[in-house]
T-cell receptor, first 113, second 112 residues
Framework: QQQVKQSPQSLIVQKGGISIINCAYE??????FPWYQQFPGKGPALLIAIRPDVSEKKEGRFTISFNKSAKQFSLHIMDSQPGDSATYFC????????????FGGGTRLMVKP | DAGVTQSPTHLIKTRGQQVTLRCSPKSGHDTVSWYQQALGQGPQFIFQYYEEEERQRGNFPDRFSGHQFPNYSSELNVNALLLGDSALYLCASSLKANQPQHFGDGTRLSIL
């Protein structure tokens, strides 16, 4: 019940295209959904996060879409750039339980020039 | 403004040994969480420290223990190392337990 399932495992997008990564969860207690970006040899960096009281949040080229009834959320990267090539992780946490994060398995994104 | 710093960056141990990893949180942060990231997988929560006490714990055996000091820095100790403990150990800090977590670059632990 604590799992967060992420897809696809890998993604290749042309420069300027839209990258879409999807996540699904089971635990309805989750109320905090961050996305992290990780480059090789580095720790995950917080990109954007959403709480279930909104259906969409946009920060620059990054947008989270959230569907509470379907227990799904997704990350859209608009105008994808080669510098966006990294591994992306969705996560979920329970805000009142210390935000102990449960991570998805990751999506390796490659943006071709 | 220093971010989360972890030491050492790499460590090689043999089975049965013990290891201590260290973490200094981002300036102003008082909560530290530890995660284990196996190669090619997402991080898994080990435990969280706030006010020098373990507040939350993930599904890890008692061989994994920790400590938080008055200056909010933290240590992760692993006893009786197994080959399966080889992983990247990540420390994350936050201002209070329910605020966004910021990660360090981790300690790469290899068990021979």
């Amino acid at each position: 019940q604590q799992q967060v399932k992420q897809s696809p495992q890998s993604l290749i997008v042309q420069k300027g295209g839209i990258s879409i990564i999807n996540c699904a969860y089971e635990n309805t207690a989750f109320d905090y959904f961050p996305w992290y970006q990780q480059f090789p040899g580095k720790g995950p960096a917080l990109l954007i996060a959403i709480r279930p009281d909104v259906s969409e949040k946009k920060e620059g080229r990054f947008t989270i879409s959230f569907n509470k009834s379907a227990k799904q959320f997704s990350l859209h990267i608009m105008d994808s750039q080669p510098g966006d090539s990294a591994t992306y992780f969705c996560a979920a946490g329970v805000n009142n339980a210390g935000n102990m994060l449960t991570f998805g398995g990751g999506t390796r994104l490659m943006v071709k020039p | 403004d220093a971010g989360v710093t972890q030491s050492p960056t790499h460590l090689i141990k043999t089975r049965g040994q013990q290891v201590t990893l260290r973490c200094s949180p981002k300036s102003g942060h008082d909560t530290v969480s530890w995660y284990q990231q196996a190669l090619g997988q997402g991080p898994q929560f080990i435990f969280q420290y706030y006010e020098e006490e373990e507040r939350q714990r993930g599904n890890f055996p008692d061989r994994f223990s920790g400590h938080q000091f008055p200056n909010y820095s933290s240590e992760l100790n692993v006893n009786a190392l197994l080959l399966g403990d080889s992983a990247l150990y990540l420390c994350a800090s936050s201002l209070k337990a329910n605020q966004p977590q910021h990660f360090g670059d981790g300690t790469r632990l290899s068990i021979l």
